[in-house]
Every structure is written in structure tokens, then in C-alpha cells.
């Protein structure tokens, strides 16, 4: 089970920090991940991490690379994802996902119900 | 990049008929290519990974088919909880989701 939490309103600018609580697996040999979905639009993946959470072993799309960082607490099973320097257009519902392997070149299974983060003045 | 298409944008049926939706990738993504159901207000959940094999769960009438640049999602006699939207997603070069495909009751 995966739970996510931490979204919220936050003006443009602002900083935020994700959380996504992770249960009823060994979350420390599993790449985990971060999908967002605009009000109304698809699915755009965010950010990815592998098992071991080393600094080498994360990645993040285009858009957001720079302004949000991914990382992993594996003593606390808790996927993590920064969020700085928020724009308009990160207004989205994020997801964590649990990745099938440790490395995260694959796809996503389970996934968490989701928290809103909502970016406006 | 690697951009994947889905068509058709939005799919009527009637149930119990055949659903064919299709993904195409910019590139050769080899079997490297899952597929999502999402209903309204939910999570995806995943279907189909390595182009044709069914995640746990998932009933038979669903089945993924194609390598390369062109795939195929169908489901076969169409129950009332299959109508959703469905995504395809390669993972072969990071990951790329299509725009999604619509599957509406006719």
C-alpha cells in the first residue's frame, strides 16, 4: 500500500514536500516513483529512484529538473519528492508508484491514491 | 524523447463487443511497453506489462499485443467496469505515457 501525503495550495515560488508512506513490501529493493496528472489531462511521469536511493540513481523529467529532488528514507519506507521553485503548470494530482525492480527501467505497479498540489497566488 | 500516440482519442462500444485501442511509439521501444486503466477519481492500475503479458488480477478478456513501434490493447466482450481511460506507457528510454484513450458506452 502506498500513501502519499503533503500536497496542498502553494503560491507560485513557494517550496512543498511530498511524502508517500509505503507498506506490506520490502520497500528497500524496490525503484520507486512519481506520475502527475494535470486537472483534466494524462499522465506525465515525474521522477524515478532506484532501491538503493543512491545520488546517481535517480532521474527526473525535463521540466522539473532542477526545481524538484526525489529521495528515499528505506529506515522510515518513505518515498520522498522536493518540490521548489513551483509554477502554475506543476498544478497536478501526484502519484507515488513502486516500480517492478530494484532498478526502475520498467513499469509501475502499484500506484497511491494521489495528493493534490495546487500552485496559485 | 520517445512520444507515444494513442488512437483513438475517445472509442465508443457497446458492451459485450470488442474494444481495440491502439499506441504507437516515435521510436522502437522492443516490448518495453505497459498498459493502465483509470476510472474517474482513481489511480491508474496497471494491466498489461511487457506488451502482452496480464498484471495479477487482470481478466483474461483484456490482452496486449505488438513490438517495436506499434501496439495493440484489446478487450474482447466489453463489461460495464471496462469503460474507463487507457494508457499506454514505454519505459524503454525513461518513461513516456500516451495522451490516453477513452472508452465510452455506446
Same mark, same amino acid.
Given at each position: ?28 529493493? &524496490? ?27 535517480? &532521474? ?13 528514507? %528505506?529506515?522510515? %519506507?518513505?518515498? &520522498?519528492?522536493?518540490? %521548489? ?20 527501467? %520498467? ?15 | 524523447?520517445?512520444?507515444?500516440? @494513442?488512437?483513438?482519442? !475517445?472509442?465508443?462500444? +457497446? ?22 486503466? @483509470? ?13 502482452? !503479458? ?10 496486449? +499485443? ?12 466489453? @463489461? ?27
Amino acid at each position: 500500500q502506498l500513501l502519499e501525503s503533503g500536497g496542498g495550495l502553494v503560491e507560485p515560488g513557494g517550496s512543498l514536500r511530498l511524502s508517500c508512506a509505503a507498506s506490506g513490501f520490502t520497500f528497500s529493493i &524496490y525503484a520507486m516513483g512519481w506520475v502527475r496528472q494535470a486537472p483534466g489531462k494524462g499522465l506525465e511521469w515525474v521522477s524515478s529512484i532506484s532501491g538503493s536511493g543512491g545520488s546517481g540513481d535517480s &532521474y527526473h523529467t525535463d521540466s522539473v529538473r532542477g526545481r524538484f529532488s526525489i529521495s528515499r528514507d %528505506n529506515s522510515r %519506507n518513505t518515498l &520522498y519528492l522536493q518540490m %521548489n521553485s513551483l509554477r502554475a503548470e506543476d498544478t497536478a494530482v501526484y502519484y507515488c508508484a513502486k516500480h517492478y525492480t530494484t532498478s526502475p527501467n %520498467n513499469w509501475f505497479d502499484p500506484w497511491g491514491q494521489g495528493t493534490l498540489v495546487t500552485v496559485s497566488s | 524523447e520517445t512520444v507515444m500516440t @494513442q488512437s483513438p482519442a !475517445t472509442l465508443s462500444v +457497446s458492451p459485450r463487443e470488442r474494444a481495440t485501442l491502439s499506441c504507437r511509439a516515435s521510436q522502437s521501444v522492443n516490448t518495453n511497453l505497459a498498459w493502465y486503466q @483509470q476510472k474517474p477519481g482513481q489511480a491508474p492500475r496497471l494491466l498489461i506489462y511487457a506488451a502482452s !503479458t496480464r498484471a495479477t488480477g487482470i481478466p483474461a478478456r483484456f490482452s496486449g +499485443s505488438g513490438s517495436g513501434t506499434e501496439f495493440t490493447l484489446t478487450i474482447s466482450s466489453l @463489461q460495464s467496469e471496462d469503460f474507463a481511460v487507457y494508457y499506454c506507457q514505454q519505459y524503454n528510454d525513461w518513461w513516456t505515457f500516451g495522451q490516453g484513450t477513452k472508452v465510452e458506452i455506446k
